[in-house]
């Protein structure tokens, strides 16, 4: 008989830290809280070491008084533990903020930042691999175009001795293009006695964790050196290396998204959410925005201009030019929403059409409903909402307004430029305008009456 086995204890601790203001961004938001590609700096972050080790126990270090920051760790790793750096002396004392976690004794303790969203899953893992193959502490290195500000990574052959911040460091050191990222792997069995045997001997007075790699050395253990791409490591601290992340995650997704077969006719000006979804046979024209929780299915086509977020597009559908598609909008196969039309929280079944210059809120459009140019569903009083209910096959004459709540039955007509406000039977006509009153001549005896009141013999 199969028995319940207990998951086994996690061998890696990993600790992020989160608690820096970020008084760059000149934003009341913390930096950490700052998005690309819908997501927060911080959740990009959580989501790395959920790939690179779903079993691997969190700790998040943040500042004090930021439940914002600590909200949005919960949101994202229900499971990690939060602690709270009250002073900000470097970062090896924001590590010792998690001292309750590393002292559980883990085999491999890993730090990462929170402003550092663009790590590769394939740089994760090459510092793993340092670690199983023998290294006692192992950092992610770069090779920086521009090393200034930097710290610089010392090495004997493939073995890294000591890291020597950028204001520390002499002029041969600062020659050197090998720079640190800060992300770093340790030993859990001897990283607490290094961190509390870093000193503050330095031109900022502050605990350095770089410190621990000649520490670690002193004491006969092995370090190393794994590489990455300079973007991987660039760290987020100000709108201009923001919008600089938000372009590099962008390319990366559109990359992705073409190689499993969208089509972009323009990728450069398609605008991707990290949770995207497209099926088979996806066309993007030029300029689109896709924000959070959209799915695109199989031969679906988005025209240019067009504005989703939080929307449902099922396969064969098409949507657009310059259509906003608000969350909760859901549109069958082959479903079709044209030029100027907004759609939020509605359903629009197989086959229905909304061509042009319309409103659709809080509402269900029938399979092969033909919604005319100019329809608003009237859905909000001004305190709540309400809904529309347009049944299979109903025909919406042009420049109707439906006054929710109202249902339109199957196969039934609204004519033209109607108000209606009562429910429409199955294959009925709704007429609700006022009758057209004619007064010959009126035009001619206005236009005299006017050239007299101006006294010239034309229009003004």
Not at 278 to 288: K, M, Y
Not at 337 to 350: L, Q, R, W, Y
Not at 418 to 439: C, G, W
Request: with cysteine; glycine share 10%; charged share 20%.
């Amino acid at each position: 008989m199969a028995q319940n086995r207990k998951p086994a204890s996690p061998s890696t601790l990993t600790i992020i830290l989160a608690a820096g203001e970020g008084t760059r961004m000149r934003s009341d938001k913390p930096k950490v809280l700052h998005e690309i590609a819908g997501r927060s700096l911080l959740g990009h972050v959580l989501m790395q070491t959920r790939v690179q080790d779903e079993n691997a126990a969190l700790a998040v270090v943040i500042g004090p008084n930021r439940e914002d920051v600590a909200a949005e760790v919960r949101r994202h790793a229900p499971h990690a533990e939060i602690f709270i750096q009250t002073e900000r002396r470097g970062t090896a004392h924001a590590v010792l903020a998690a001292k309750a976690a590393i002292a559980r004794g883990y085999g491999r303790v890993q730090v990462a930042f929170a402003d550092m969203p663009l790590v590769l899953p394939a740089s994760w893992a090459s510092l793993h691999l340092a670690m199983s193959q023998g290294a006692d502490l192992a950092v992610i290195g770069f090779q920086a175009h521009d090393p200034s500000g930097y710290g610089r990574l010392l090495m004997e052959g493939e073995r890294l001795q000591g890291i020597v911040e950028h204001k520390d460091a002499n002029p041969a050191q600062r020659a050197i293009t090998a720079c640190n990222s800060g992300l770093m792997a340790l030993r859990g069995d001897t990283m607490l006695s290094i961190l509390e045997s870093i000193g503050s001997q330095n031109a900022q007075g502050e605990f350095y964790m770089t410190d621990a790699v000649a520490l670690a050395v002193a004491r006969g253990q092995m370090a190393k050196v794994v590489f990455a791409d300079e973007t991987e490591v660039m760290g987020v601290n100000d709108k201009r290396q923001l919008a600089e992340a938000e372009a590099i995650m962008q390319k990366r997704l559109r990359a992705a998204a073409m190689t499993a077969g969208v089509t972009m006719l323009a990728p450069d000006s398609v605008h991707l959410a990290h949770d995207t979804e497209f099926g088979r046979n996806v066309t993007l024209e030029p300029n689109l925005y896709f924000g959070k929780g959209v799915v695109v299915g199989d031969n679906a086509v988005i025209h240019a201009f067009s504005h989703l977020e939080g929307a449902k597009i099922g396969t064969g559908a098409h949507v657009g030019p310059f259509a906003r598609l608000r969350p909760g909008t859901v549109l069958h196969p082959s479903a079709k929403v044209g030029n100027f039309v907004e759609i939020k929280a509605s359903e629009v079944e197989t086959g229905a059409k909304i061509s042009h210059l319309s409103y659709i809120g809080d509402a269900r459009i029938g399979a092969n409903a033909n919604i005319g140019a100019g329809v608003i569903t009237c859905n909000y009083d001004g305190y709540l909402k309400y809904r529309t209910d347009i049944g299979e096959g109903a025909f919406i004459g042009s420049n109707s307004s439906l006054v929710a709540p109202v249902s339109v039955g199957n196969g039934a007509i609204v004519g033209s430029g109607s108000v209606i406000t009562r429910d429409v039977a199955a294959d009925a006509l709704a007429l609700a305008r006022s009758r057209q009153v004619e007064k010959p001549g009126w035009a001619q005896f206005f236009s005299r009456k006017m050239r007299e009141r101006l006294g010239k013999g034309k229009k003004q």
